[in-house]
């Protein structure tokens, strides 16, 4: 398996609502990334979790909160959006965090805030 | 990380070859080059990379300038499916920061 999953592909949701996205490797890649896409922009780093542990937070806004359970999986909390938070979600993974390795990335999550 | 600038778009046509260049004229001496693309609202598909040695792979062939200031990604023959959006980043090897997208090159090849 060389894939990363995100699930679901879309999701529509209301500003008082609570969501979680989710995103599964079976590579053994032991880094894992939270991505943000806007419309027409590069991907921006949100978090990153090495070994299962968080190692990276880009100053992302409490509303987000990420979890990871196991070595496979990857998921991100969402409660009281703004409208603004509307964008494309990706993960990614990487056999090690650092330079000189290959990131697989998800199809992503298209998420729009109502 | 170093900085990195590319052209903002390109046009190609199908079947010729395609040279996107990218320059990273602060790169230091432990830093990578990787090539990333994405198709429209599809997530960024890895290319290749390299240190300072020229690489090539079954999609594409990097060429580094011998100072690395500066490389090209080569698209050998080129197709409509390569329509995307090309990322040049340079990656400092155990570096926390990860990738760091900038604004890429938006290549279309043309039928």
């Known amino acids: 398996d060389t894939e990363v999953t995100q699930t679901p592909k879309h999701l529509v949701m209301g500003m008082t609502n609570k969501k979680s996205l989710k995103c599964e490797q079976h590579?053994?890649?032991?880094?894992m990334y939270w991505y943000k896409q806007k419309a027409k922009k590069p991907p921006e780093l949100m978090f990153v979790?090495?070994?299962?542990?968080l190692s990276i937070n880009e100053s992302v806004p409490s509303r987000f909160s990420p979890e990871c359970p196991n070595s496979s999986l990857l998921n991100l909390h969402l409660h009281a959006l703004q409208p603004e938070d509307s964008a494309l979600y990706l993960c990614?993974?990487?056999?090690?965090w650092g330079g000189g390795y290959g990131y697989t990335f998800g199809s992503g999550t298209r998420l729009t805030v109502v | 990380d170093a900085k990195t600038t590319q052209p903002t778009s390109m046009d190609c046509a199908e079947g010729r070859a395609a040279n996107l260049p990218c320059n990273h004229s602060?790169?230091?001496?432990?830093?990578?080059v990787y090539w990333y693309r994405q198709i429209h609202s599809q997530g960024p598909q890895y290319i290749i990379h390299?240190?300072?040695n020229n690489e090539t792979n079954e999609m594409a062939s990097l060429i580094i300038t011998e100072d690395r200031k500066s490389s090209t990604l080569i698209l050998p023959h080129a197709t409509l499916r390569d329509t995307a959006v090309y990322y040049c980043?340079?990656?400092?090897?155990?570096?926390?920061?990860?990738?760091?997208f900038g604004s890429g090159t938006q290549l279309t090849v043309l039928p």
């Open positions: 990614a993974s990487s056999q090690e």
């Open positions: 602060t790169i230091s001496g432990n830093e990578y």
């Open positions: 390299g240190l300072k």
């Open positions: 980043i340079v990656v400092q090897a155990g570096s926390a920061r990860q990738l760091t």
């Open positions: 590579m053994g890649h032991r880094a």
């Open positions: 979790y090495s070994y299962e542990k």
